[in-house]
């Protein structure tokens, strides 16, 4: 009897935690549909970007233009990828074969899209941002040991496609930027349709949908159509049958957006609205672009924005003022992206497989944000230097004219040697040069050994018996070490010391906030021996001996620069990082030292002599990166 009793106190324990989480809606009824405390169905819309017929259409950028565009308008904007795969985030994927691993400011480690949506709408994103099977899956299995499920069967419908509509509902209530509660929730849905690995999403969404009301969804399918060469025609019917896909998971599209190489027009245009049910004016063409940052102002002028507001009921929304004021700022940037550039300069960075842009996405947009500002065309030039030595550097870099370097950063040993002998290269010859996480300890090394007398200087992640080991694990990640071990991850403030390069760049400013992700550490006990020897390091943490940016002086080097963060995380168009601002700055000065006078690049060039200058400008762009 009394055992029992017990496990009824248990039942009703575990119920009564079950409907504080999900509301007493979803025991009472068959269908899981928890909905987040306070939630108010229809104050929130939703555009859904599906994709058909291929992967790789640009989706994200598609979904980040239009949700810019939205919040130029003064609309709250909250963007969501739904990633198919299991992974539970990206810090595990090889960037070679999947694209850079983006960190956000709370150290979410996540796809590259998301780097695409924090540039254009220039708003921190957080791991609420951003969704995988994986997250949802054990969630879903750890809620079950938990008994969460009250005796039930745990299953797809409703329980995975509840625990996609309740992120997407909480996501809802307070996604828009600094945490308001968001006007429209943007949700790209990762792969194609049809893919095994997303269907349970795109049933959540139908449910959503269905839940929220007439009105609330405006549901955009991304499609392909062909132009083959020997047809020299567009052909719609492979788009025909990818919207017709969607449409057997019971989603009508309201707008079609058509991915090709050039402008869809005729024919295609009006057989696949009238086979996807949807009028012509609401299927638009979008052909490949000179450049991403036209994008908004394309789908702008063909009505894209305005058909987005009708189905949704949301021109009562707009505010005017703020978006003739977002457009014009807009503009003059995208302009300048199109427009003849005063100097061509070539940028080398050292990578290991060279070939792969993807893997070091954010520092081309980082150079290409910069290079716009300054009028520069910057030719990035990826160097292998995995089988060069001190010996053959000079020889391997001489002919490459180059007017800056970065070594990016990286794991693993291979090609080591060779970034050290370039940095030796680029100190030795006041080649303009920036270094990030990898680099910035490659830097580091190299001074060590040829600057401060240190032979065999190292990093212990690289080896294990180096009678100069400047570059070690940090503390705490020795403390993890064994229990599948993490990373320093995601924003941290670093405080910057006066009268630097560090300092001038960033206008005078005492701290600025960056992101991390690393494991190694400039080792403590040799900073005093480095400092001495001249390398100055110029931001630090700002309590611990974490050493997190170098520089050289601006007599020994016009331009030596480090940074144990990511600073390309935090570049954005209207916000060019300073660091990168710095480079090129420099490099337009070795290739045309004639631009010496040119207003422009008078805030990234430090005076050779005086550098009390510093601080001249009030505000740095990066010290507030939420802009
Ligand atoms: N491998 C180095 C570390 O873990 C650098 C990491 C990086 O470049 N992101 O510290």
Redesign the pocket.
Known sequence: MHHHEDMRDDEQASEESFLSQFGRSAAQTEFFSPVPEGYVPGRTKFVAVFGTVMSGLGKGIFSASLAKLMKDKGLQVAPIKLEGYLNIDSGTLNPYRHGEVFVLDDGTECDMDLGTYERLLDQNLTRRNFCTSGQIYSEILERERQGGYLGRDVQMIPHVTGEVKRRLRALAMDGGANGSQADLVFIEVGGTVGDFENGFYIEALRELAFEEGPGSFCNVALTYILEPKTLGEQKSKAAQLGVKRLMEFGIQPHILALRASNPVVGSAREKIAMFSNVPEERVFSMHDRESIYTIPEAMRAEGLDRQVLSILDLHGGVDQVAEDKARKDWSNYASGITAERDTALNIGILGKYTALRDAYASIDKAIEHAGTHLSASVQTQWIDVSDVTVETIDEALQGLDLHGVIVP???GERGIEGKIAAVKHVREQGIPFLG????F?MAVIEFARHAAGMEGAHST?FVSDSPNVVISELPDQKAIEGLGGT?RLGGQDVSVTPGTLASFLLGGVDHVRERF?????VEPERIADLEKAGLVFSGRHPEQPIMQILELPRDVHPYFIGAQF?PELTSRPLAPQPMFMGLVAAGILRADPDRVDDPRLQSWLMPAQDASDAGHRVSSPSANPEG
């Open positions: 950063g990286g794991f990030i996480c990898l680099g300890q992640e990373m992700r690393h494991r190694y550490e990511h």
